[in-house]
């Protein structure tokens, strides 16, 4: 079974650029989560998708980041304009439909903003 | 979802048992726990969870303690490859789409 695919693996941006971040989940699966890993902490939750509806998104800065999952399967997270601050691993994970909290993760974009 | 105290750091010699604590004494009923690693570079990954009864799989056991207060994640025979950060998260699962919040984590060093 192919895992979360993700890219770019890395991403070096200057501040007030932007960067589009893509994920495609495990086939069949349902629930798409995009997760902010800042250097020594763990992983934060950005925004929850089921199928192509957002769940959750509290915790997006949505004057910069964007997300969107299209036809309830890949996704693209957008951050426009970039900060210094917004250099992170991003995460994509994915689950199957009423997940128990099992989730597969990808390898994660590290994103750097000079 | 209830919070969960872990140590920052903890270190196991190679194929002996790694015992991971876990404090969360503020779940509620419907909440389950689970356990995640991250490896250095990769996205975490899923290891285990339960909700009142005592887990194994071919990776680890999870102990839970009767008042669920509190949990031990259990490696039976370490080795250098489950040197990662381990992640207990409190969460009631289902019913929020598998939303799980991470803390800080154990950093396990496991050591020749």
């Known amino acids: 079974e192919a895992g979360v695919a993700q890219s770019p693996r890395y991403k070096i941006i200057e501040k007030r650029q932007s960067v589009a971040f893509w994920c495609n989940p495990i086939?069949?699966?349902?629930?798409l989560y995009w997760y902010q890993q800042i250097l020594g902490q763990g992983p934060k939750l950005l925004i929850q998708?089921?199928?192509?509806?957002?769940?959750?998104d509290s915790q997006l800065p949505k004057d910069r980041f964007s997300a969107e999952r299209l036809k309830g399967v890949d996704s693209t997270l957008k951050i426009q304009p970039a900060k210094l601050e917004d250099s992170a691993v991003y995460l994509c994970a994915s689950g199957k439909r009423q997940s128990t909290g099992e989730l597969f993760f990808g390898e994660g974009s590290r994103l750097t903003v000079l | 979802d209830a919070k969960t105290t872990q140590p920052p750091s903890m270190d196991c010699a190679e194929g002996r048992a790694a015992n991971l604590p876990c404090n969360h004494s503020t779940i509620s009923g419907n909440e389950y726990v689970y356990w995640y690693r991250q490896i250095h570079s990769q996205g975490p990954q899923y290891i285990i969870h339960?909700?009142?009864n005592n887990e194994t799989n071919e990776m680890a056991s999870l102990i839970i303690t009767e008042d669920r207060k509190s949990s031990t994640l259990i490696l039976p025979h370490a080795t250098l490859r489950d040197t990662a950060v381990y992640y207990c998260?409190?969460?009631?699962?289902?019913?929020?789409?598998?939303?799980?919040?991470f803390g800080q984590g154990t950093i396990l060093t496991v050591h020749p």
């Open positions: 339960g909700l009142k």
């Open positions: 998708f089921q199928n192509n509806g957002v769940v959750d």
């Open positions: 998260i409190v969460s009631s699962g289902g019913t929020s789409y598998g939303k799980l919040t």
């Open positions: 086939s069949g699966h349902a629930t």
